[in-house]
């Protein structure tokens, strides 16, 4: 297993678990001149055999019109894509902005002209279905919850933001109403953010009040979407100008909350705040994550959660590589490690991804956008899938049910090479079906040595097949 830096505290160790696959099998769109393009993150769908990441590129393309590069990631092919394009593109339209992938659809914002284009998603790839024009002057958060599609509209210097809220009709998807700001003001950026977590939508106003800009977040129940949201508990620790609400992140019982430019620690440092929903339905602080060290200008907290899990980076070009990890123990939340990325050409990640221990970073880099895969947890075969993800991904992998992939369980050396010709091959393969199911100590081609001549062997040997290294 390969050794990775890793920075705790001040000093740096070593961690042995993190590892990327290869950047070139994730690569990202270019602009028309060849120029690496720039993100703003995407969305990751878990499905039962495959994960789906989408990521906008969203000045990609010949007139900077912006594209969504659609990966298809299983364990042992990595990756598989394809692009979309806006089914009307325009000159910087920004097509790609914000990313929503359902089981059946997947949704995608155009930033700069206002519109959501609707694709249903199919075996040959997804089709265009429908385009939104909202009277919006930049659709900046988007999340689709069962029948009905949010769409946060924050940015106007005349209005304090609101949120588009569309029902699944027979004619497609129509705006039946607008979800104002509680106390309205201008550039409040009601709408910045937007999340739904259980029965309730969380709607983030970035900069709230507006004289101070501390922000806050409304808590709306989604039965009636009322005029009286409850507030999500002010942030303890934070500080200056924090923008707290310019990203939310949620799964189960968590919901994390971005501060970009919180100065609890230093200036515009930035910080995620973590808050558990107890069983009495109260929400509460659980964890407060600034950069490492506390560095200044960082932007922190972009964030992402999912089964206890969660991952905290910035996108600030100047602090972008390294990962923060945080865990839950009950309700109780702790940041656990930190994961330096060894790539020595990111310049910005812009956003991230988590799922079973393996972290997805789509960055910009001089040297070519890419999508960083990162293994936080065990990786016995090194690809940057996490063995818990490749588990969940095709559980057959694991046929002795011990949680390590059965290709992985062989010892030192070349031990499925039975007749020690250099060659793992046919007839080591006779010899060990030929004791198929055989118990005991000592048999040849019990590979691994756990007694038993079984499926796990068989793994083995097909994983090393061929010339021993
Ligand atoms: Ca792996
Ligand atoms: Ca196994
Ligand atoms: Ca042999
Ligand atoms: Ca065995």
Not at 164 to 190: D, K, M, Y
Not at 248 to 263: K, M, N, Y
Not at 441 to 449: F, I, K, R, T
Request: aromatic residues 6%; charged residues 15%; hydrophobic residues 40%.
């Amino acid at each position: 297993m390969k050794l990775v830096p890793c920075i705790a505290g001040l000093s740096l160790t070593f961690c042995a678990s993190a590892q990327l696959v290869p950047q070139d099998a994730l690569a990202l769109p270019t602009r028309s001149n060849g120029a690496p393009a720039n993100s703003n993150g995407g969305d990751l769908h878990v499905e039962s055999s495959r994960v789906v990441l989408a990521v906008g590129s969203i000045d990609a393309g010949v007139n900077g019109e912006g594209t969504v590069r659609v990966f298809t990631i299983r364990p042992g092919s990595v990756a598989s894509w394809k692009d979309i394009h806006s089914p009307m593109p325009t000159a910087n339209g920004q097509f790609g902005w914000n990313i929503e992938i359902t089981d059946q659809e997947m949704f995608i914002s155009e930033r700069s002209t206002g519109k959501v284009h609707v694709f249903e998603r199919t075996n040959t790839g997804p089709i265009h279905t429908q385009t939104i024009a909202l009277n919006a002057f930049m659709p900046s958060s988007l999340v689709a919850h069962g029948d009905r599609l949010f769409i946060g509209d924050p940015f106007d210097s005349n209005y304090p933001g609101r949120v588009h809220v569309l029902e699944r009709l027979s004619s497609g998807w129509s705006v039946t109403r607008v979800i104002e700001p509680p106390f309205p003001a201008s550039q409040q950026n009601f709408g910045a953010s937007l999340r739904v977590i259980g029965n309730q939508l969380a709607i983030a106003e970035g900069v709230s009040p507006v004289s101070s800009c501390t922000g806050r977040v409304w808590l709306y129940d989604l039965n009636d979407l009322g005029a009286n949201p409850a507030q999500l508990p002010a942030p303890i620790g934070a500080s200056g100008c924090s923008l707290f609400g310019t990203g939310i992140f949620a799964d189960g019982s968590t919901l994390i909350v971005r501060a970009r430019d919180d100065s609890g620690a230093s200036s515009q440092a930035g910080a995620a705040f973590f808050y558990e929903r107890t069983s009495s339905g109260a929400w509460q602080q659980a964890l407060k994550l600034g950069p490492p060290n506390n560095e200044s200008n960082w932007e922190w907290g972009v964030s992402s959660v999912r089964d206890g899990v969660a991952i905290v980076s910035g996108d600030r070009h100047d602090a972008p590589r390294i990962l923060q990890v945080a865990r839950r123990t009950g309700s109780m939340w702790a940041s656990q490690e930190t994961v330096a990325l060894p790539l020595g050409s990111i310049n910005r990640p812009w956003g991230n991804q988590v799922v079973d221990g393996t972290a997805f970073l789509p960055y910009f880099s001089p040297d070519g956008s890419a999508v960083a895969v990162v293994a936080l947890d065990a990786d016995c075969d090194s690809d940057g899938l996490s063995d818990a993800l490749e588990l969940r991904l095709d559980p057959s992998q694991d046929c002795n049910g011990d949680g390590t992939p059965d290709a992985c369980e062989a010892q030192a050396g070349c031990p499925t090479d039975l007749d020690g010709d250099g060659t793992t091959d046919g007839k080591d393969l006779g010899v060990l079906v030929s004791t198929w199911e055989s118990t005991g100590p000592s048999l040849e081609a019990d590979v691994n040595g756990d007694g038993n001549v079984d499926c796990v062997d068989l793994a083995v040997m097909l994983a090393a097949w061929g010339a021993c290294d």
